[in-house]
Each structure stands twice: as structure tokens, then as C-alpha cells.
Nanobody
Framework: QVHVVESGGGSVQPGGSLRLSCTVS????????MAWYRQVPGTQRKWVAG???????RYHDSVKGRFTISRDITQSTAFLQMDSLRLEDTAVYLCYANRPYDGDGWGQGTQVTVSA
């Protein structure tokens, strides 16, 4: 059982920035594959960005050049720096953590609202 918690959401005007955090609780010294997804009510969640234990980073085309995923030195916390935010970025952002032999888990989500 993996406990994942996100934070850092809020309301911002178009062009603004937010920084999200995702922490795997009770983690050990080994790293986790981590990814960010977002979901609008009534729709399927969509993958946004990911970082693997091997250091591979990928972004969805819709956020490439605007969002940056990273992790802290413990590799149990991931961040999503969101710049140049647009109205269409409004969603609940969820963090997913996975390690093949230790399980996986989803966070509860943090709301990001971009509006004038």
C-alpha cells in the first residue's frame, strides 16, 4: 500500500505560475517512478508528465515548454513547476507513484484553477 499526497494547487490568472508537490509517505531510500496526471470532472484523466527511476523525463505536447517535472534528493518527492498557465490547464492534478515490487498509488488530487 502506497500513500501519495499532493499539494500546491490554487487559483491563478492566465500567464501565472504554480508549483505542485507530490510526496510518497513512508518511503525508503529507493526511488519511485512518478507521474502527473490531470482530470476535468466528467472526463478521463490525462497524463501530463513523468520521471522514471532511470532519470527519463517526458511531457505531453500540450505542456511541453511550459511545465517542468523534477524530484528532490530523496527521490520520494516530485514537483511540477507550471508556468505560462492557460485557461485550459484548469483541472484536478493527481500524482501517481510506482515501484514494480513495492506497489503503486494515486494521490487524492489538488485543484488548479486558471481564470481571469
Amino acid at each position: 500500500q502506497v500513500h501519495v499526497v499532493e499539494s500546491g494547487g490554487g487559483s491563478v490568472q492566465p500567464g501565472g505560475s504554480l508549483r505542485l508537490s507530490c510526496t510518497v509517505s513512508g518511503s525508503d531510500s529507493k526511488p519511485w517512478d512518478m507521474a502527473w496526471y490531470r482530470q476535468v470532472p466528467g472526463t478521463q484523466r490525462k497524463w501530463v508528465a513523468g520521471i522514471t527511476t532511470g532519470g527519463v523525463i517526458r511531457y505531453h505536447d500540450s505542456v511541453k515548454g511550459r511545465f517542468t517535472i523534477s524530484r528532490d534528493i530523496t527521490q520520494s518527492t516530485a514537483f511540477l513547476q507550471m508556468d505560462s498557465l492557460r485557461l485550459e490547464d484548469t483541472a484536478v492534478y493527481l500524482c501517481y507513484a510506482n515501484r514494480p515490487y513495492d506497489g503503486d498509488g494515486w494521490g487524492q488530487g489538488t485543484q488548479v484553477t486558471v481564470s481571469a
